[in-house]
């Protein structure tokens, strides 16, 4: 019991982000057979390093695995870790979709926010930040973060899809069965239409843990094509920041921040 709270303790101080912490869904394996389990962490952190934190239901709107048979909701409880820990539910790509709960942070500062924007490709926002009238020091963001992660059951035949997540990327190619000799392919969907020109972050993580990152853009049509190598673990990333429509710092978030991310490993 002692442990299960302090393991509760650490993810509600995990949820709490520094303003350019990735979210992401970690399994233990990307490929299981039949009848095997499909078992994954909750991860934050940057650069693909981060602890893995329990499961809390009241930061969890949406867990569920979707797969060639049909969707299976994951019901959780209160303290597991690893979040998911299931029987694999059929065979074919099980694609793992989680979507957080409505969470803010403080900025302490304009250079803190302003590390943020500029790391996610928002840095406009600054300027449009002092045209709003807004304070430069303790003002609040809202965020929301919607996570996919690929897992190769058996066969591993299957196609990603659109799941109906306010921000997601969607794996046009199977990475598990389909040739990637030309490169992964991703797009990226906001509001239900392709996200053209917007910024992608690969993280690529070696067997020996070295990571390296990335950027690109999207095409016109939302589309990212990126090169991939066998045996590497791949993160990839893509964040929305709005404003709010308030005006007063007092009252509550003046912006608001929408994460994608997908995870995936290419066999060897």
Same mark, same amino acid.
């Given at each position: 019991?002692?442990?299960?709270?302090?393991?509760?303790?650490?993810?509600?101080?995990?949820?709490?982000?520094?303003?350019?912490?990735?979210? $992401?869904?970690?399994?233990?394996?990307?490929?299981?057979?039949?009848?095997?389990?499909?078992?994954?962490?909750?991860?934050?952190?940057?650069?693909?390093? @981060?602890? @893995?934190?329990?499961?809390?239901?009241?930061?969890?709107?949406?867990?569920?695995?979707?797969?060639?048979?049909?969707?299976?909701?994951?019901?959780?409880?209160?303290?597991?870790?690893?979040?998911?820990?299931?029987?694999?539910?059929?065979?074919?790509?099980?694609?793992?979709?989680?979507?957080?709960?409505?969470?803010?942070?403080?900025?302490?500062?304009?250079?803190?926010?302003?590390?943020?924007?500029?790391?996610?490709? $928002?840095?406009?926002?600054?300027?449009?930040?002092?045209?709003?009238?807004?304070?430069?020091?303790?003002?609040?963001?809202?965020?929301?973060?919607?996570?996919?992660?690929?897992?190769?059951?058996?066969?591993?035949?299957?196609?990603?899809?659109?799941?109906?997540?306010?921000?997601?990327?969607?794996?046009?190619?199977?990475?598990?069965?389909?040739?990637?000799?030309?490169?992964?392919?991703?797009?990226?969907?906001?509001?239900?239409?392709?996200?053209?020109?917007?910024?992608?972050?690969?993280?690529?993580?070696?067997?020996?843990?070295?990571?390296?990152?990335?950027?690109?853009?999207?095409?016109?049509?939302?589309?990212?094509?990126?090169?991939?190598?066998?045996?590497?673990?791949?993160?990839?990333?893509?964040?929305?920041?709005?404003?709010?429509?308030?005006?007063?710092?007092?009252?509550?978030?003046? $912006?608001?921040?929408?994460?994608?991310?997908?995870?995936?490993?290419?066999?060897?």
């Amino acid at each position: 019991m002692f442990m299960r709270l302090a393991s509760l303790a650490m993810c509600l101080s995990a949820a709490l982000p520094a303003a350019a912490h990735e979210f $992401w869904i970690s399994p233990d394996a990307y490929a299981v057979p039949v009848g095997g389990t499909l078992s994954a962490e909750f991860r934050v952190g940057q650069e693909f390093k @981060g602890a @893995g934190y329990v499961f809390v239901p009241g930061r969890s709107e949406r867990f569920e695995v979707v797969t060639p048979e049909g969707v299976v909701e994951v019901t959780p409880r209160v303290g597991d870790r690893p979040a998911l820990n299931i029987p694999a539910p059929a065979e074919g790509l099980n694609v793992v979709v989680h979507q957080t709960g409505e969470l803010s942070l403080t900025y302490k500062d304009m250079a803190q926010f302003r590390r943020f924007i500029e790391h996610k490709d $928002w840095a406009a926002l600054e300027t449009v930040h002092r045209e709003r009238g807004l304070p430069e020091e303790r003002f609040k963001e809202a965020y929301r973060r919607y996570a996919k992660s690929l897992i190769a059951v058996g066969n591993a035949d299957g196609a990603d899809r659109a799941m109906g997540l306010e921000i997601e990327i969607v794996a046009v190619k199977n990475p598990y069965v389909d040739d990637l000799s030309g490169g992964m392919v991703v797009d990226v969907i906001y509001d239900g239409a392709a996200r053209a020109d917007a910024q992608v972050e690969i993280l690529d993580k070696a067997p020996d843990g070295t990571v390296e990152v990335s950027q690109i853009r999207t095409d016109a049509t939302g589309r990212a094509v990126f090169p991939v190598t066998p045996g590497h673990e791949y993160l990839v990333d893509s964040v929305v920041v709005r404003a709010e429509p308030n005006e007063d710092a007092e009252a509550g978030p003046v $912006w608001r921040s929408l994460w994608a991310s997908l995870t995936f490993r290419v066999p060897e």
